[in-house]
């Protein structure tokens, strides 16, 4: 017998709010995991347990027809994270002033794909650090929470073209904040959809 999905979880959830749990059970490391990267432990322990409780308070407004329940929790946490941009901020400028800052093993579990093992060092961090907050949820969403770009336009809720647009501009930016061997750019498969964002230090 097939485990349930997470859509079929969160409908059975609004008659039986127990259900609930094994779908914090499925997504809290991941969303944790992001919420971490961006803005460090003791906040991410916050926002995490918060998105979570308002997905449980408003499970009821969910549209499977817009998207998965994962990208509607990304969506949930990067809208929270909104309000502690500051604090991202801080975190990226405090990893620019560290020369020999590296990231762990665990800041880089299952993305080696996408943001190699020197994601949080200080070139990298100081260019993050210059984007606008609203690229570089695009950026980060794609990079560290490996959605599509129809994925975190649902996500964040914008049209898929500004989803294309802010990529595009933190990409550009970047870009100028780094050497040029630092930054391969993403492949894109033939209708234009990202293959990889892969950033090498």
Request: glycine share 4%.
């Amino acid at each position: 017998m097939s485990l349930p999905t997470d859509e079929e979880l969160l409908a059975a959830s609004r008659s039986d709010a127990q259900v609930f749990t094994d779908l914090f059970d499925r997504h809290f490391a991941t969303i944790h995991r992001y919420l971490q990267r961006r803005v460090g432990p003791s906040l991410a322990d916050e926002l995490a347990a918060e998105t979570f409780l308002r997905a449980f308070q408003h499970r009821d407004r969910y549209d499977a027809g817009r998207g998965t329940v994962r990208v509607w929790l990304f969506g949930i946490a990067t809208n929270l994270l909104r309000r502690h941009h500051r604090s991202e901020h801080r975190r990226l400028s405090a990893y620019a002033r560290a020369p020999q800052a590296r990231a762990t093993e665990d800041e880089t579990a299952g993305v080696d794909d996408r943001v190699a093992a020197v994601a949080l060092g200080p070139r990298l961090a100081r260019a993050l650090a210059r984007t606008r907050r609203q690229d570089r949820d695009v950026l980060v969403l794609i990079a560290w929470a490996d959605l599509s770009y129809a994925e975190a336009a649902v996500a964040l809720d914008i049209p898929i073209g500004t989803v294309r647009s802010r990529l595009a501009r933190a990409r550009r930016d970047i870009r100028k904040n780094l050497p040029h061997d630092d930054l391969a750019p993403a492949a894109l498969d033939a209708s234009g959809n990202r293959k990889g964002v892969v950033i090498n230090g």
